[in-house]
């Protein structure tokens, strides 16, 4: 895979006013229409207003600049939540990929590690939530303000006080999976923001949620693309904690 590095000069500051180490963007998929990154956690998706901090967006503008190409937003993810991020090249691929994003075309699968062990193996969860600031609040249909969430999952591992869950979405909501699993009492892990009871968590320093799976129709061909993104170290070594320990052979 190709990186794609920090420019000189970068200097983003984090929340505490420290300057974090650089951090690489790995091209997961590129052609001439689309190119699909690996955006680490903690790094945003796209700039933030008023302020100078890098992006993946900036990164990869930087980058395309030199072959004289540029890029444009078609999804986001969460600054917490690493994974894959599509992006397009040219304003007429990145309208064919929003269509289909605006109709829930697009498979897009998460994978969570949420406090507990779940009733059922799998399931839909279906929620309405009503956007307050900056927050996602769970509430009920008849509310002329609220939006239709779904989701569907499957547990893929039991760990210690918690599971592995492989999640697809089915409508994109802003923190979705988070608010979802967080109003059936299965917080994701290091979700601060949802469950301030997280910020205790010592074993990953943000949420543990990661944009594994994306498939959709290609922009120009209509051919489909698949792209498979691994879990980064942070949360392979949480799963690594949190695993049960091995039966001593009798």
Request: glycine letters at 4%; proline letters at 7%.
């Amino acid at each position: 895979m190709r990186k794609i590095r920090r420019q000189p000069g970068q200097r983003p500051e984090n929340r505490a006013g420290r300057q974090p180490r650089s951090r690489d963007l790995f091209v997961l998929y590129e052609d001439d229409a689309i190119i699909a990154l690996n955006k680490p956690a903690k790094l945003l998706a796209v700039p933030a207003e008023n302020s100078s901090a890098p992006s993946a967006l900036s990164l990869l503008s930087a980058e395309l600049r030199h072959k004289r190409q540029r890029a444009f937003v078609v999804h986001r993810i969460d600054r917490y939540t690493s994974g894959i991020l599509l992006f397009a090249k040219t304003w007429g691929d990145r309208e064919a990929l929003v269509r289909q994003f605006l109709e829930h075309r697009p498979v897009r699968q998460y994978l969570a590690v949420v406090r507990g062990h779940l009733e059922s193996k799998e399931g839909t969860l279906v929620h309405h939530f009503r956007q307050e600031g900056m927050f996602q609040k769970v509430t009920r249909p008849p509310d002329p303000k609220a939006t239709r969430a779904e989701l569907r999952y499957s547990v893929e591992r039991l760990l210690r006080g918690a599971s592995l869950v492989r999640v697809s979405l089915v409508t994109g909501l802003q923190n979705q999976i988070r608010v979802q699993f967080s109003a059936i009492g299965h917080p994701v892990i290091g979700d601060r923001k949802y469950h301030p009871e997280e910020a205790s968590e010592r074993r990953i320093t943000r949420v543990a949620l990661h944009a594994a799976h994306l498939e959709f129709a290609h922009p120009r061909t209509g051919e489909n693309v698949s792209i498979d993104c691994e879990p980064p170290a942070d949360f392979q070594s949480l799963l690594q904690a949190l695993k049960f320990p091995s039966r001593p052979p009798r």
